[in-house]
């Protein structure tokens, strides 16, 4: 079994009790994003079980990769394509160990060193950030900036995904340092036209080979 497709435009979504985040997924699914990640926080494991199965199975219709953040059990249960996990979250070998060989495992780096580990331990891809400030996420670090990012791409042999603060504008200076792509969150979810949101970054990646 081949392993899923890891697009360059990963949209997070994050679902609630009072928006299940459907209608989000659906503008940029719509819209071509090639893949989308779920983040469910602050409820109980049934209802976060109820929201990532809606998304995950939106994103099967449509034939987009499906990445829940943090919870292996989840991407299971939800036959999702992967699953993304934190610093604080399982380490990369034992979200490996719960998922298999199949799907596709990504972890968060900060620097270098961290992200050769989580690549020897098995990731897939990793997720850098933040790379610039943003105001989707509270309590992050101060911005690594592009040169940290360059740092990572050199570290490692897989695919990295710049994380945090990324505009269409920006797109090129990630991506002139060797990202395979973008994770975003209120550039799309903030957008008074999410669709139209999701057009923009994905052309201004396809600008880079």
């Given at each position: 079994m ?17 928006d ?23 409820v ?10 809606a998304?995950?199975?939106l ?20 036959h ?5 996990g934190?610093?604080t979250?399982l ?8 998922v298999?060989?199949d ?12 992200a ?13 950030g933040?790379?610039?400030a ?11 900036g592009?040169?940290?990012l360059?740092e ?19 797109v090129g ?14 550039a ?22």
């Amino acid at each position: 079994m081949s392993m899923p497709p890891l697009g360059r435009l990963h949209v997070i979504v994050n679902p609630s009790p009072t928006d299940d985040g459907l209608d989000l997924a659906k503008s940029v699914l719509d819209a071509g994003a090639p893949l989308l990640q779920v983040r469910v926080k602050d409820v109980d494991d049934r209802e976060r079980l109820r929201l990532t199965d809606a998304v995950t199975g939106l994103c099967r219709a449509y034939g987009a990769t499906s990445i829940v953040n943090d919870r292996a059990d989840l991407a299971l249960a939800c036959h999702a394509d992967g699953v993304h996990g934190g610093e604080t979250d399982l380490p990369v070998q034992a979200l490996r160990t719960v998922v298999g060989p199949d799907k596709l495992v990504g972890g968060t780096a900060r620097d270098p060193f961290t992200a050769r580990a989580l690549e020897e331990q098995g990731a897939d891809y990793i997720g850098v950030g933040p790379v610039f400030a943003t105001r989707s996420k509270t309590s992050l670090p101060a911005p690594l900036g592009s040169g940290v990012l360059h740092e990572v791409v050199l570290a490692v042999d897989i695919p990295v995904i710049a994380i945090s603060g990324i505009t269409p504008e920006r797109v090129g200076e990630v991506m002139s340092v060797g990202a395979h792509g973008v994770a975003v969150i209120g550039a799309i979810a903030d957008a008074d036209d999410p669709g139209r949101a999701t057009v923009e970054l994905l052309a201004a990646l396809e600008e880079w080979p």
